[in-house]
């Protein structure tokens, strides 16, 4: 999962960084207003975590801009204020969760996995794929009951294939999500092909079908029929 932390306090920052990069997500960062503005307009992103005060404007304006560009991105105001004004403006921007500074990491980490769980996958904590089972809350995947071993990178493909079914995925969107916006400098991704190829012969070996199709000139789509 790629999350983007808006946050000006270096030593808060780097805390739930480290601590989320630890839980195995993407964090990307911004400490300003218009490094988060930047962001917002240029990637995209599982869950957005924004503070209100950050230096050069307001949290709550880059999140009108993120809602406009990408309405279902899930979002959490992190404050130093509990202000009640703050937490209603918001919640009625669309923010899906708010938390008032000083926070414990685990019950951060707690939210943002229900955000995600509730937008991604309607509140379940397992995603069917026909034969395919994903768990997401012990990142365990089965194929008619077989486990199948993944590497921590393969498991993060495999869930954002199954969650984006039937749509057709760039490499570039595909490496952004899973090592960050970093990738965007990179003028080569065949990384990208060859987790998709140990992918792909992991499920089939388990008995999977052959859901990943590559698209010409563009990328892969994760193709699943209804049975």
């Known amino acids: 999962m790629k999350l983007l932390i808006i946050e000006d306090n270096e030593d808060l920052l780097e805390n739930i960084c480290t601590y989320l990069e630890r839980e195995g997500y993407i964090c990307e960062y911004a400490q300003n207003y218009s490094q988060a503005f930047d962001k917002v307009m240029s990637y995209t992103y599982d869950v957005v975590l924004i503070d209100i005060m950050i230096p050069g404007g307001s949290g709550l304006q880059v999140l009108r801009e993120l809602k406009s560009v990408n309405p279902k991105t899930g979002t959490i105001i992190i404050s130093a204020k509990n202000a009640l004004d703050d937490k ?22 707690a939210r943002i996995k229900a955000i995600n769980r509730r937008n991604q996958r309607d509140g379940e904590e397992i995603l069917n794929v026909n034969e395919i089972a994903i768990n997401t809350d012990t990142m365990e995947v089965t194929v008619d009951d077989t486990e199948v071993e993944l590497t921590p990178k393969e498991y993060d493909l495999l869930l954002y294939f199954a969650s984006n079914k039937n749509h057709v995925l760039s490499k570039q969107t595909i490496a952004e999500h899973l090592w960050g916006d970093y990738v965007d400098h990179l003028t080569n991704l065949d990384f990208v092909y060859q987790h998709i190829k140990n992918l792909r012969k992991k499920l ?16 892969y789509k994760f193709n699943v029929k209804r049975r």
């Open 88 to 109: 209603v403006e918001g919640l009625e921007l669309g923010a899906d969760d708010y938390i008032t500074k000083p926070f414990q990491l685990p019950e951060l980490h």
């Open 204 to 219: 089939e070996e388990a008995g999977a079908e052959n859901y990943i199709e590559s698209v010409y000139g563009i990328g």
